[in-house]
């Protein structure tokens, strides 16, 4: 799952970065208003968590002119300006949550995977397709029975199958949902990570669509 970090503060952004990643999120790091509007103009992510006071342009403008194009991305505002006004309106132009500095990086985990779901319309923190099940709060996995802990990769892996059940995912699609900007991607990581939740959880968990990618089936 793809996270895009926007923060000046090197410190903070280091942070939550290295816990983003321990978490088995790809992360995309900007550090300034311009640049985090224009990243969020051309690239998809699956949640943004966003400083308020940057370089360039502040973070509630990059916040309106995201609501604006109707861009319907989760964002989590993550600031210093602790004030109920300022809350208020970074909520009212259309923040789903607000976490103020300094924070717990597992609650901001936990405020992220909340923030998901509810983008993905699922009530339980389990995510499932009737026959898989994947907690993203501790990384297990289970199928018929079997239940297992998954790497970090595996983890982000199936959860972007589980997350759309029923659509196949080319290569590139899931490269882009494990990995970030600056990280090496083996030509070989997407087969050696689909052959490892396989042999945890079985042959048929992850269905090959011969020249289209992968997919997860869909409930009945």
Same mark, same amino acid.
């Given at each position: 799952?793809?996270?895009?970090?926007?923060?000046?503060?090197?410190?903070?952004?280091?942070?939550?970065?290295?816990?983003?990643?321990?978490?088995?999120?790809?992360?995309?790091?900007?550090?300034?208003?311009?640049?985090?509007?224009?990243?969020?103009?051309?690239?998809?992510?699956?949640?943004?968590?966003?400083?308020?006071?940057?370089?360039?342009?502040?973070?509630?403008?990059?916040?309106?002119?995201?609501?604006?194009?109707?861009?319907?991305?989760?964002?989590?505002?993550?600031?210093?300006?602790?004030?109920?006004?300022?809350?208020?309106?970074?909520?009212?132009?259309?923040?789903?949550?607000?976490?103020?500095?300094?924070?717990?990086?597992?609650?901001?985990?936990?405020?992220?995977?909340?923030?998901?779901?509810?983008?993905?319309?699922?009530?339980?923190?389990?995510?499932?397709?009737?026959?898989?099940? $994947?907690? %993203? *709060? !501790?990384?297990? =996995?289970?199928?018929?029975?079997? @239940?297992?802990?998954?790497?970090?990769? +595996?983890?982000?892996?199936?959860?972007?199958?589980? $997350?759309? %059940? *029923? !659509?196949?995912? =080319?290569?590139?699609?899931?490269? @882009?949902?494990?990995?970030?900007?600056? +990280?090496?991607?083996?030509?070989?990581?997407?087969?050696?990570?689909?052959?490892?939740?396989?042999?945890?959880?079985?042959?048929?968990?992850?269905?090959?669509?011969?020249?289209?990618?992968?997919?997860?089936?869909?409930?009945?």
């Amino acid at each position: 799952m793809r996270i895009l970090l926007v923060e000046d503060d090197p410190m903070i952004g280091d942070a939550v970065v290295t816990a983003l990643k321990d978490a088995a999120y790809a992360v995309d790091w900007v550090k300034d208003g311009p640049s985090a509007s224009h990243t969020l103009d051309i690239d998809d992510h699956e949640a943004v968590l966003l400083d308020l006071g940057l370089p360039g342009r502040d973070g509630l403008e990059v916040l309106r002119r995201l609501r604006t194009a109707g861009k319907t991305v989760p964002v989590i505002v993550i600031t210093a300006r602790d004030g109920v006004e300022d809350r208020i309106r970074g909520l009212d132009l259309g923040a789903d949550d607000y976490l103020v500095k300094p924070f717990d990086v597992n609650e901001l985990l936990a405020r992220m995977r909340a923030v998901i779901r509810r983008q993905g319309g699922q009530a339980s923190p389990l995510l499932s397709n009737g026959r898989v099940s $994947l907690d %993203p *709060g !501790t990384h297990r =996995a289970s199928a018929d029975s079997v @239940e297992v802990q998954l790497s970090a990769r +595996e983890f982000a892996l199936l959860q972007a199958l589980l $997350l759309r %059940p *029923g !659509t196949i995912l =080319a290569r590139s699609e899931l490269e @882009e949902r494990i990995y970030g900007w600056n +990280e090496e991607v083996e030509s070989n990581a997407v087969d050696f990570l689909i052959h490892g939740v396989r042999k945890k959880l079985g042959a048929a968990v992850i269905k090959n669509v011969r020249g289209a990618g992968w997919m997860v089936e869909k409930s009945s």
